[in-house]
């Protein structure tokens, strides 16, 4: 089963996206799962929500694909400008173009609010190519497989927040579809200035992305020129996945 649990903030402006999580879980783990969420952003850092959704779907467990955990990498830098450069060398070491990199950092620079999901943007152009808005594409069904291996294989990579866990599945199931090439985010936590660079094959956190109470944040998508797009995105939004860890 897939639970999912998304919170809104309605000011009288219309709603605002606070967060989104969700698992992969046994029909009997539902309720304990559900639970431990609705904990967990009961203490959001952008504030209390005004209309919590709960969403329960029935996965049919042979569609379920396994796939490899990106390897991880953390670097700290003296200023985000540094920061900014070093995700763009490695965005460019991944494949993708100098111009494409850099527009993606202004991208996420630019935004005068945080979207509900990522941009896709073509590789070597820097090119929007979705059609989404402020949407964007979102990352759906993923968990990780075994929670307390995944928990482990993360604080020996140096790392261990729910908010990392989180972002690596997100990473890791990216970067297993057709079409994909690399993948820049930093986080619209206010107190979190760690972003990421990812690939195929590592994800590459480096600090600081932005200025400690920004609460705007960003995730673009670097896709193949060329590639099926529709089936891009039908693959980030609906095919289950568990992310596995490296048998010890």
């Keep these: ?3 999912e649990i998304v919170i809104d903030d309605d000011k009288g402006n219309g709603s605002q996206h606070l967060s989104g999580c969700e698992r992969l879980v046994p ?94 943007l073509d590789a070597i152009t820097g090119e929007r190519i979705d059609n989404l808005g402020e949407r964007g594409v979102r990352l759906s069904h993923m968990d990780c497989e075994n929670e307390s291996a995944f928990l482990s294989f993360l ?12 972002a690596i599945v997100l990473a890791s199931k990216a970067a297993f579809a057709k079409g994909y090439m690399a993948e820049l985010c930093w986080s619209d936590d206010p107190h979190y200035i760690t972003g990421y660079v990812a690939s195929k094959k590592i994800y590459r956190r480096f600090s600081p992305m932005k200025q400690r109470e920004n609460n705007i944040g960003g995730r673009i998508f670097f896709v193949e020129t060329g590639a099926d797009l529709n089936g891009l995105i039908d693959f980030f939004e609906h095919s289950p996945v568990l992310v596995q860890v490296p048998r010890e």
């Design 155 to 166: 604080a020996k990579s140096g790392v261990g927040s729910e908010k990392v866990r989180d």
């Design 27 to 120: 029909d009997d783990e539902i309720a304990t799962v559900v639970q431990i969420l609705l904990e967990r952003i009961s203490i959001h850092t952008r504030g209390k929500a005004d209309m919590i959704n709960i969403r329960i779907d029935r996965i049919n467990k042979a569609k379920i694909c396994q796939i490899p955990v990106l390897k991880i990498e953390s670097s700290e830098f003296l200023t985000i400008e540094e920061a900014h450069n070093n995700a763009v060398t490695s965005l460019m070491e991944f494949g993708v173009s100098e111009i494409a990199a850099r527009k993606g950092v202004e991208s996420i620079k630019n935004l005068s609010t945080s979207m509900r999901g990522g941009m896709m």
């Design 1 to 3: 089963m897939r639970a």
